[in-house]
């Protein structure tokens, strides 16, 4: 079955770091655009960072450029998202999801919650 397993969310005071990781499992990992979204209470859901499939381009909002850095590892079935200099502006639920580069096919995880708190 497909699974997208995030992990590495938990409490970071303003100006640390993370690093999120999402497992795949269950689809041609390589054949797919990966991307993090993320959804604060009470807002709607946005997109964070996304990586073509063969991790050649990447793009951000503008809201965690310089800050966010998204990669892949095709070998491992793995996205990751390093979060730095992190703000309160930052908590939310963050999902990663997979979008099939050719076909109107798509899977979330299920969310990891990272909060940013003194």
């Known amino acids: 079955q497909v699974q997208l397993v995030e992990s590495g969310g938990g409490l970071v005071q303003p100006g640390g770091s993370l690093r999120l990781s999402c497992a795949a499992s269950g689809f041609t990992f390589s054949t797919y655009t990966m991307s993090w979204y993320r959804q604060a209470l009470g807002k709607e859901r946005e997109l964070v960072a996304s990586i073509t499939s063969s991790g050649g381009s990447t793009n951000y909002a503008d809201s965690v450029k310089f800050r966010f850095t998204v990669s892949r590892d095709n070998a491992k079935n793995r996205v990751y998202l390093q979060m730095n200099s992190l703000k309160p502006e930052d908590t939310a639920v963050y999902y990663c999801?997979?979008?099939?580069?050719?076909?109107?096919?798509?899977?979330w995880g299920q969310g990891t919650q990272v909060t940013v708190s003194s």
């Open positions: 999801n997979a979008k099939h580069v050719f076909v109107l096919r798509e899977y």
